[in-house]
């Protein structure tokens, strides 16, 4: 049974970056697939990027891309989001979660089974 915490949210100038970090604890596997996801108050949570764990293969929103960057240290169990160019509409609780299995460039919360707490960025 895995657990995740996220950590690193804050708020920042439009422009700015912020790197947020997913710890997983309890079990892992290689064949899961580990995602950001975003939310707003009355809207769908959105997916951000994911990555395989095994091979590191990535994928990004339309929205993110080029700006953010999704990575992993599997010796620490630890997920990472680095954000740059940071705009207010990024403004957001954001969510790690993991998969078992297939990891597409599909990230849809219907697919994620495990969820860390959220933490918030805040860009102005």
């Known amino acids: 049974h895995v657990q995740l915490v996220e950590s690193g949210g804050g708020s920042v100038q439009a422009g700015g970056s912020l790197t947020l970090s997913c710890k997983a604890t309890?079990?892992?596997?290689?064949?899961?697939?580990m995602a950001w996801f975003r939310q707003t108050p009355g809207k769908q949570r959105e997916g951000v990027a994911a990555?395989?764990?095994?091979?590191?293969?990535?994928w990004y929103a339309g929205s993110v891309k080029g700006r953010f960057t999704i990575s992993q240290d599997n010796a620490k169990n630890t997920l990472y989001l680095q954000m740059s160019s940071l705009r207010p509409e990024d403004s957001a609780t954001y969510y790690c979660?993991?998969?078992?299995?297939?990891?597409?460039?599909?990230?849809?919360?219907?697919?994620?089974?495990?969820w860390g707490q959220g933490t918030q960025v805040t860009v102005s």
């Open positions: 990555i395989r764990r095994s091979g590191g293969e990535t």
């Open positions: 979660a993991v998969r078992l299995g297939r990891c597409s460039g599909n990230i849809l919360e219907k697919f994620f089974g495990v």
């Open positions: 309890g079990y892992t596997s290689d064949h899961y697939c």
